[in-house]
Nanobody, 119 residues
Framework: QVQLVESGGGLGQVGGSLRLSCTAS????????MGWYRQAPGKQRELVAT?????NYADSVKGRFSISRDNAANTVYLQMNSLKPEDTAVYYC???????????????WGQGTQVTDSS
């Protein structure tokens, strides 16, 4: 079993910064990709940023958000700068990889962490 635990959400001021973290644990042989997605009230979940050897960002966060990974710790970070009211959402971590014989390939989601504009 593989689990993802997120942290770092909370209230962010417009123009301010927040940093999200997500750590994967369990029976992990390797992780191919990790990423962040978000879902605002009344909207579908959307990609924010992914890292699979290269990085990919939604147009709405390019130049403001930065994704990074600590592969040894199975952890992915999302540094969010210049926050905007439209960044308010629940942010979900995703990890895809291989958990070995008996478990196979995995595609897991974290429980989500709320980021709210405090203005």
């Amino acid at each position: 079993q593989v689990q993802l635990v997120e942290s770092g959400g909370g209230l962010g001021q417009v123009g301010g910064s927040l940093r999200l973290s997500c750590t994967a644990s369990g029976s992990i042989v390797f992780i191919n990709a990790m990423g962040w997605y978000r879902q605002a009230p009344g909207k579908q979940r959307e990609l924010v940023a992914t890292s699979d050897g290269s990085t990919n960002y939604a147009d709405s966060v390019k130049g403001r958000f930065s994704i990074s990974r600590d592969n040894a710790a199975n952890t992915v970070y999302l540094q969010m700068n210049s926050l905007k009211p439209e960044d308010t959402a629940v942010y979900y971590c995703n990890a895809q990889g291989y958990a070995g014989r008996g478990y196979g390939w995995f595609d897991k989601w974290g429980q989500g962490t709320q980021v709210t504009d405090s203005s």
